[in-house]
């Protein structure tokens, strides 16, 4: 049934706001891809297992990805990267600031924050091991999640209003799954920072 079918598995998908042709895909055992024009052909970024990405605001061609244990800023839409990993961490997850590309948080089992595009890193605690995410209306918003590593089956919320300095806990707050299963996303809505969705996977009797 599958003979001759060539398939990846994808992890993360990100595209550019100001570019709809130029994307990036974080792919199992097959590196980040990215494309560069409205075509069917994917360039190799970094090899490895490709995981997370994500492009600056407002920006068709700068950003950052992920795969293994490393992140890499990437520029020209991937045509030059360089490593900027802060610590010894599997899977990161990362975003970076919506007013300064240059402030950066990544999540692995503790939170790290750059404000120099990487250069110098600071560990903020709490998780960000399964996602970290800034908000689209709000610079001085971001939400996290995760445990002690990206493949914790448990863990918690957090969320940050000063810009990811400080990190609080939500996922004890009403209406939060008390099972504490493990959280697979964080979206946020456009025009309003405090309108959170978050999926779920696994299982649980609840």
């Not at 042709?21 to 490895?48: C, E, F, H, P, Y």
């Not at 595009?117 to 689209?136: F, L, M, Q, T, Y």
Request: with cysteine.
């Amino acid at each position: 049934l599958n003979s001759g079918v060539a398939a990846s598995q994808a992890y993360h998908l990100a595209g550019s706001q100001t570019d709809l042709d130029n994307i990036m895909i974080g792919l199992q055992d097959n590196g980040v891809k990215r494309r560069n024009a409205n075509t069917t052909i994917w360039d190799s970024v970094v090899g490895g297992d490709g995981y997370d990405c994500i492009y600056n605001w407002n920006s068709a061609t700068t950003g950052y990805i992920t795969s293994n244990a490393a992140i890499y800023k990437f520029s020209n839409n991937g045509s030059t990267t360089s490593d900027i990993t802060p610590a010894d961490s599997f899977f990161f997850r990362v975003t970076s600031s919506i007013a300064d590309p240059n402030i950066i948080i990544a999540g692995a089992g503790d939170i790290f924050k750059s404000v120099d595009g990487g250069a110098n890193w600071i560990n903020k605690a709490a998780s960000g091991s399964w996602d970290v995410e800034r908000c689209p209306s709000n610079q001085s918003r971001y939400y996290a999640a995760g445990g002690a590593s990206a493949f914790s089956t448990t863990g918690s919320m957090y969320f940050s209003a000063d810009g990811g300095e400080t990190w609080s806990l939500i996922s004890n707050n009403p209406g939060y799954p008390s099972a504490n299963i493990r959280l697979t996303d964080i979206d946020v809505r456009p025009t309003n920072s405090g309108n959170v969705w978050i999926t779920f996977g696994g299982f649980s009797d609840n």
